[in-house]
């Protein structure tokens, strides 16, 4: 049953986006001398895709969700518009187009040498299928089973972007937003997520996820990030915030210190890294569910800890994240 309704699934997301393609951007592209990206294209169109289903989900219940029980009122609009910003640069593609001309072309490269001398990857999978025989309908254990994968890789990148002083100097204008909402989740400096997504294309590559199957994954856990950077009075309860991320476990992450420090001022660390499944923070111990939720933001922000300038427009923020990077800021 379940292949069955994945295998629609996947029909009715490609009938849209050939139709996409074909109406609108392939004839822009002819249009611009650019025949020779076509193939790209077309794989960056089922990203636009996807990014679009993501907006409409986000405006039809997150937004909703916001309205009706807020943490916190919103008072610095601008704030917030900025974060918009963010969500659709990486939602409508704009991010997937600069990987296309900066990691994309290394890691062709290397993953080429690699399969010239005979080091290739492998089906984790398949390795992984006599683990439950008798099993016909296997998609959406295969499906779990990369979500798994991907968010113990997303807990340890994590865990790196709060315990290493120069990722931090770039990870820290994602905690430097002080009004917190689900357009949020976006705001990182450009070379945090370039690292972070070329660690994660990487893995994909090694264990042969299947490029449908990526987007998918990709999709669902950025939909589930989105919701848990809501500003949405939201508790899972005591059972089931042990088993998905939500907006209270979330919350603490980004509360003033609580979540960037572990042993008060000028320390790096945190709690509550889990991407979608807090059951890393519980094997590792860095869970916290007893903190109620805090004021989001830095330490060093407030003014009695020198008030330091995070930056309120985009192009301000990645600047002072370079300054930060290079110990200047």
Not at 309 to 323: C, E, I, R, S, T
Request: charged share 15%.
């Amino acid at each position: 049953m379940w292949d069955t309704w994945i295998a629609w699934l996947s029909d009715q997301f490609g009938s849209l986006q050939q139709g996409l393609f074909e109406h609108a951007v392939q004839p822009l592209l002819f249009g611009l001398g650019w025949g020779n990206l076509l193939e790209d294209a077309f794989d960056a169109t089922g990203w636009l895709l996807v990014g679009i289903v993501q907006l409409l989900v986000m405006l039809a219940v997150f937004w909703p969700l916001q309205r009706w029980r807020p943490v916190e009122s919103i008072t610095d609009r601008k704030a917030v518009r900025v974060d918009i910003l963010y969500t659709l640069i990486h939602r409508l593609g704009l991010f997937r187009v600069a990987l296309f001309f900066s990691i994309e072309p290394v890691l062709d490269g290397v993953f080429g040498w690699a399969s010239v001398n005979d080091v290739n990857g492998f089906q984790l999978d398949a390795l992984v299928a006599p683990l439950w025989p008798g099993v016909t309908d296997t998609a959406w254990l295969s499906f779990l089973l990369y979500l798994l994968v991907f968010d113990f890789v997303d807990y340890w990148i994590h865990r790196g972007q709060h315990g290493l002083n120069r990722w931090w100097a770039l990870h820290s204008l994602h905690h430097s937003q002080r009004q917190m909402t689900m357009w949020s989740d976006n705001r990182n400096h450009v070379i945090d997520d370039l690292l972070r997504d070329m660690i994660i294309v990487i893995v994909a590559r090694v264990i042969g996820v299947p490029p449908g199957q990526f987007i998918a994954l990709v999709a669902l856990t950025q939909l589930v990030e989105s919701l848990s950077h809501a500003n949405v009075r939201m508790s899972f309860g005591p059972l089931l915030e042990r088993l998905v991320v939500g907006p209270r476990f979330h919350r603490v992450h980004h509360g003033i210190a609580i979540g960037h420090e572990s042993n008060g001022p000028h320390s790096l660390g945190g709690c509550n890294f889990a991407v979608l499944f807090p059951v890393w923070d519980i094997v590792f111990r860095t869970a916290d569910f007893r903190t109620p939720v805090q004021p989001t933001g830095i330490r060093d922000q407030l003014p009695e800890h020198g008030a330091r300038d995070y930056g309120q427009g985009f192009w301000a923020q990645q600047w002072l994240g370079l300054k930060r990077l290079a110990g200047r800021g």
